[in-house]
């Protein structure tokens, strides 16, 4: 049995953070799920600009679209929503199996919408209604602009993949908008039932950090971190309040591991993998990481229930000089305008494609 097959039978699904149309085309992603677990799948901005900068299997589309009147944003929608539907649909086997706990692909709303809450719900029910998959997540981002967006997307019923999560304030405030919506289904009498994952990002802090703390300390926030949010996330499964609408029919919030390739070439390559094993969580990878552990991971212990070392670290770290609330902070803000950046680089291939495509627009 490989080191995929036993963290799916550990209770943790394993979703590839990667998709392009070679991918469908070429039956690998179904490969994924039938010798790898891959029980899900997740996008974002940054994700297609490179599927679109490294193969041609879009031009035909592209060009579809463009004799259509289609450009920009609208364009590059239908592009994601083809995709993201064909992958939903190979996953639906699982996500009815599961019962709706598994089998979920994401869509990101454009990322310039990050800070304007209207229409980041506008755009949410848009694209949810476009795609018409019942085990679409909609990607909102965890920002203070985001969370009322987040509320009211699951008061509407559409399912939320809440993302740019970097700390226990950042996922608890996500979560608390997230319950908030569920709240108000049960006050008007509607069904509870709105799946949610909160995505946490993990290998940015130690990105961030790396220039700054000694040797010693290299490679250990962001796992620290995590345990932190994972620590609290059981206290608000264990809540009173979250007890209450359980007991009217809500699911738990999944807690999702991001950003969970390693980043430093000195380090395992399976580094935040092997120490983030936990039952009903998630973890996102990248299709490299994927591969890695397929192909020489080994059975680690789970996550323990409060956070192992986790606090020990965090002080190390604050000893060091490192303020981890500024920092997160800094590291939403930084993620954001990531995906903005990429927003645009996608956009500007898009156009070029669509130039060559046969049009001057």
């Given at each position: 049995?490989?080191?995929?097959?036993?963290?799916?039978?550990?209770?943790?699904?394993?979703?590839?953070?990667?998709?392009?149309?070679?991918?469908?085309?070429?039956?690998?992603?179904?490969?994924?799920?039938?010798?790898?677990?891959?029980?899900?799948?997740?996008?974002?901005?940054?994700?297609?600009?490179?599927?679109?900068?490294?193969?041609?299997?879009?031009?035909?589309?592209?060009?579809?679209?463009?004799?259509?009147?289609?450009?920009?944003?609208?364009?590059?929608?239908?592009?994601?929503?083809?995709?993201?539907?064909?992958?939903?649909?190979?996953?639906?086997?699982?996500?009815?199996?599961?019962?709706?706990?598994?089998?979920?692909?994401?869509?990101?709303?454009?990322?310039?919408?990050?800070?304007?809450?209207?229409?980041?719900?506008?755009?949410?029910?848009?694209?949810?209604?476009?795609?018409?998959?019942?085990?679409?997540?909609?990607?909102?981002?965890?920002?203070?602009?985001?969370?009322?967006?987040?509320?009211?997307?699951?008061?509407?019923?559409?399912?939320?993949?809440?993302?740019?999560?970097?700390?226990?304030?950042?996922?608890?405030?996500?979560?608390?908008?997230?319950?908030?919506?569920?709240?108000?289904?049960?006050?008007?009498?509607?069904?509870?039932?709105?799946?949610?994952?909160?995505?946490?990002?993990?290998?940015?802090?130690?990105?961030?950090?790396?220039?700054?703390?000694?040797?010693?300390?290299?490679?250990?926030?962001?796992?620290?971190?995590?345990?932190?949010?994972?620590?609290?996330?059981?206290?608000?499964?264990?809540?009173?309040?979250?007890?209450?609408?359980?007991?009217?029919?809500?699911?738990?919030?999944?807690?999702?591991?991001?950003?969970?390739?390693?980043?430093?070439?000195?380090?395992?390559?399976?580094?935040?993998?092997?120490?983030?094993?936990?039952?009903?969580?998630?973890?996102?990878?990248?299709?490299?990481?994927?591969?890695?552990?397929?192909?020489?991971?080994?059975a680690k212990p789970i996550l323990a229930d409060e956070g192992g070392d986790a606090e020990e670290v965090i002080g190390a770290h604050?000893?060091?000089?490192?303020?981890?609330?500024?920092?997160?902070?800094?590291?939403?803000?930084e993620g954001a305008k990531a995906f903005v950046k990429s927003w645009y680089g996608l956009l500007t291939r898009l156009a070029e494609?669509?130039?060559?495509?046969?049009?001057?627009?």
């Amino acid at each position: 049995m490989n080191a995929t097959r036993r963290l799916h039978d550990l209770g943790q699904s394993l979703w590839l953070d990667h998709i392009t149309r070679d991918l469908l085309d070429a039956g690998t992603l179904q490969r994924y799920i039938d010798d790898l677990s891959v029980t899900g799948l997740t996008s974002n901005p940054t994700i297609f600009e490179h599927a679109l900068n490294a193969s041609a299997a879009y031009d035909d589309a592209i060009r579809a679209g463009v004799q259509a009147g289609r450009s920009g944003e609208q364009l590059f929608f239908d592009l994601a929503i083809d995709d993201l539907a064909r992958a939903a649909d190979l996953f639906r086997p699982i996500h009815a199996l599961t019962n709706g706990v598994d089998g979920w692909v994401s869509l990101e709303v454009s990322p310039l919408l990050a800070h304007d809450s209207a229409a980041t719900l506008q755009a949410a029910k848009d694209l949810f209604a476009r795609a018409d998959r019942s085990n679409l997540h909609i990607k909102i981002p965890g920002t203070k602009e985001g969370l009322p967006a987040i509320e009211a997307a699951t008061f509407a019923g559409i399912p939320v993949n809440v993302t740019l999560l970097f700390s226990r304030e950042h996922y608890l405030a996500a979560a608390d908008a997230w319950l908030r919506g569920v709240e108000r289904r049960i006050e008007a009498g509607l069904n509870p039932d709105v799946r949610s994952v909160g995505s946490v990002f993990v290998s940015r802090w130690d990105v961030a950090v790396s220039p700054v703390v000694p040797a010693a300390l290299k490679n250990q926030l962001g796992i620290a971190m995590a345990g932190r949010i994972y620590v609290a996330v059981r206290a608000l499964h264990a809540s009173p309040r979250w007890q209450r609408v359980q007991n009217a029919g809500a699911r738990p919030q999944r807690l999702l591991w991001a950003s969970t390739g390693s980043k430093d070439p000195k380090a395992s390559d399976l580094l935040y993998v092997n120490a983030l094993a936990a039952p009903y969580t998630v973890n996102t990878l990248p299709e490299k990481t994927l591969l890695a552990l397929a192909n020489h991971g080994e059975a680690k212990p789970i996550l323990a229930d409060e956070g192992g070392d986790a606090e020990e670290v965090i002080g190390a770290h604050a000893r060091a000089g490192v303020n981890v609330d500024a920092l997160a902070a800094q590291l939403q803000d930084e993620g954001a305008k990531a995906f903005v950046k990429s927003w645009y680089g996608l956009l500007t291939r898009l156009a070029e494609k669509s130039a060559a495509n046969g049009s001057t627009s």
